[in-house]
């Protein structure tokens, strides 16, 4: 499995922005897929963006336009770049990695889960 730790969280206004980073070990990070995800306090962890295996770039309806997610391969990091945040991103925002590849990005397709990094917008 991968190891992930997320940073880059904390506390912004409406309209603001923030960069959740998400280092990974391994020598596979590469070859893997990669995904945000979210959870409110009550709700479903939610998908929020991700990279497949190829490249290809999938993001959520709600933050399409306002969140671009990348990756650094030489750094073994994933970034979620947050723009134009609004009070209903607050959650706790958690990286996901899969070294297989998979067909949605759903959380039951990533084994490995970093510990999560809280996200907070005010109004």
């Known amino acids: 499995q991968v190891q992930l730790v997320e940073s880059g969280g904390g506390l912004v206004q409406a309209g603001g922005s923030l960069r959740l980073s998400c280092a990974a070990s391994?020598?596979?990070?590469?070859?893997?897929?990669m995904g945000w995800f979210r959870q409110a306090p009550g709700k479903e962890r939610d998908f929020v963006s991700g990279?497949?295996?190829?490249?290809?770039?999938y993001y959520a309806d709600s933050v399409k336009g306002r969140f671009t997610i990348s990756r650094d391969n030489a750094k073994n990091t994933v970034y979620l770049q947050m723009n134009s945040l609004k009070p209903e991103d607050t959650a706790v925002y958690y990286c996901?990695?899969?070294?297989?590849?998979?067909?949605?990005?759903?959380?039951?397709?990533?084994?490995?889960w970093g510990q999560g990094t809280q996200v907070t917008v005010s109004s």
């Open positions: 391994g020598r596979t990070f590469s070859n893997s897929a």
């Open positions: 990279i497949g295996s190829s490249g290809r770039l």
């Open positions: 996901a990695a899969s070294l297989l590849p998979i067909t949605t990005m759903s959380p039951t397709s990533f084994p490995s």
